[in-house]
Nanobody, 121 residues
Framework: QVQLVESGGGLVQPGGSLTLSCAASGTIFSVNTMGWYRQAPGKPRELVAT???????VYADSVKGRFTISRDNAKNTVLLQMNSLKPDDTAVYYC???????????????WGQGTQVTVSS
């Protein structure tokens, strides 16, 4: 079946940069919109950014101008370039993708396991 694997999380100082990567693998016919969500302790999961197959993007106001989402359709990957990181960006970041596994199947939401991003001195 389909799986999403994130990488690139870690510890970074305020003002620093970090790039997250997510690759979809398994039985895949088509990958539609991909994106990133994040969840801080005690808070609900929130949208960070999404990108369509045609590279149309949507960003949360809190990250607009600092984060950049991109994708490689041939590799079924999505990236999140994070610049000017703040302590408030600390959270578990989850990759998501809408994927059609087979030509006769339906599009379904898939989620990665999450990767920790910690912004601290």
């Amino acid at each position: 079946q389909v799986q999403l694997v994130e990488s690139g999380g870690g510890l970074v100082q305020p003002g620093g940069s970090l790039t997250l990567s997510c690759a979809a693998s398994g039985t895949i016919f088509s990958v539609n919109t991909m994106g990133w969500y994040r969840q801080a302790p005690g808070k609900p999961r929130e949208l960070v950014a999404t990108i369509t197959r045609a590279s149309r993007t949507v960003y949360a106001d809190s990250v607009k101008g600092r984060f950049t989402i991109s994708r490689d359709n041939a590799k079924n990957t999505v990236l999140l370039q994070m610049n000017s990181l703040k302590p408030d960006d600390t959270a578990v970041y989850y990759c998501t993708a809408i994927i059609r596994a087979t030509v006769t199947g339906s599009f379904r939401d898939h989620w990665g396991q999450g990767t920790q991003v910690t912004v601290s001195s």
